[in-house]
C-alpha cells in the first residue's frame, strides 16, 4: 500500500466509526459521526464518513490531510450495487477508497479473515457466511421489504401493535402506554401523523421502549422480542444449511445481547465474540487488495 496511514470505517444505519493506524497497524486515533448507510443517503454517508475521520486524525499526533490517506470503508447498503455506485460517484477527497459491505468487513473481522458467519442485528439485519473466500449473504433488503429483528423493525413493530391497540386488536398494555405517552398522543390519527415521515432510522429511536417495556413485564414486547428472536435462529440456521456445517457464528449489533436469551440453542450454542471490529476487517480487506 502506497499511503503511510488507512482509516478503516464501520458505516451502519446510525453510527459510523473511523480507525486510524500507520503502515504497521498501530491504532493512532479513532473517531465517530452519524449515520452511513449509503442506500438511504449516500451525500449524508460520505459527510459522515469524513467527519469521522477528521476526528480520528484530531485524536492522533500525527499531521496528516485526508488526500493522503487511504480509506477502507465497511457500509450499510453497499451490498446494493446501484446504491454502491451511485455513492463512489461522488468526489473523494482520500488517497484511494475501496469499499465493501458493513456486513462483510464485520465478518472478515470476527473471524479474523477465516471461515465463519456473521448476523448483524442493530438498525438494520442481515446475516453472510464467509467460506473459502467468497462471501454469501442473506438479509439486509431494507426495513420496506425485510430487516426482521432490526432495531427499525421492532421500532415499526411497536407502531403497528399500538394501532392495533387503539382499534381494541391487542391489548393496551405497557408498550402501548409508553409509546402514546412518547409521543403525548390519544388518538390512532394523530400517531400516524407523528411517524407518517419516518425513517428506519426514526423507527429504530423505538426499540429502547419496545426493551424497556419488555424488562417491566410486559407481555407484548415479549411478544414481539420473540418473533425476532425466531427470525434471527431461521437466519442462522440458513446460513449453517448456506455452508454446510455449523461455522461459528459473530452476532453484533445494538440489539444482540437483547436477543441472545430468544435464539434457539442450535444456534446459541455457536456464537463467538468478535476477533477485531469490522474497522479492522476493512482495513485488512484493503490490503489484500494491494
Not at 503511510?4 to 459510523?16: A, L, N, R
Amino acid at each position: 500500500m502506497s499511503q503511510e496511514f488507512v482509516i478503516g470505517i464501520d458505516g451502519g444505519g446510525t453510527y459510523c466509526r473511523a480507525m486510524l493506524q500507520d503502515i504497521n497497524g498501530n491504532i493512532l486515533g479513532t473517531g465517530e459521526a452519524g449515520p452511513a448507510n449509503i442506500m438511504s443517503n449516500a451525500t449524508q454517508a460520505l459527510t459522515s464518513i469524513i467527519q469521522a475521520s477528521e476526528h480520528a486524525i484530531q485524536k492522533s499526533t500525527v499531521n496528516v490531510a485526508l488526500g493522503d490517506i487511504a480509506v477502507a470503508a465497511g457500509l450499510a447498503g453497499a451490498n446494493i450495487p446501484q446504491a454502491k455506485s451511485a455513492f463512489l460517484s461522488l468526489p473523494m477527497p482520500f488517497a484511494r477508497l475501496e469499499v465493501m459491505s458493513d456486513l462483510h468487513a464485520a465478518c472478515l473481522g470476527a473471524h479474523n479473515g477465516q471461515d465463519g458467519a456473521m448476523i448483524i442485528c442493530g438498525t438494520g439485519s442481515a446475516g453472510t457466511v464467509y467460506q473459502k473466500g467468497r462471501f454469501a449473504d442473506k438479509g439486509g433488503y431494507g426495513l420496506n421489504v425485510g430487516d426482521n429483528a432490526s432495531a427499525a423493525w421492532l421500532g415499526q413493530s411497536a407502531i403497528r401493535h399500538t394501532l392495533l391497540a387503539f382499534d381494541n386488536i391487542e391489548n393496551r398494555g405497557m408498550l402501548f402506554k409508553r409509546l402514546t405517552s412518547h409521543f403525548d398522543v390519544t388518538d390512532p390519527q394523530t400517531l400516524i401523523q407523528e411517524v407518517s415521515q419516518f425513517t428506519a432510522e426514526s423507527y429504530g429511536q423505538l426499540a429502547p421502549i419496545v426493551v424497556e417495556s419488555f424488562s417491566q413485564g410486559c407481555e407484548s414486547a415479549k411478544k414481539l422480542l420473540e418473533q425476532g428472536g425466531d427470525y434471527l435462529s431461521k437466519l442462522g440456521k440458513a446460513l449453517h444449511r448456506e455452508a454446510g456445517q455449523a461455522l461459528p457464528i459473530c452476532f453484533v449489533g445494538g440489539l444482540s445481547n437483547v436477543y441472545r436469551p430468544f435464539l434457539s440453542s442450535d444456534v446459541s450454542s455457536v456464537l463467538c465474540d468478535a476477533a477485531k471490529p469490522a474497522q479492522q476487517g476493512a482495513i485488512d480487506f484493503l490490503k489484500q487488495t494491494n
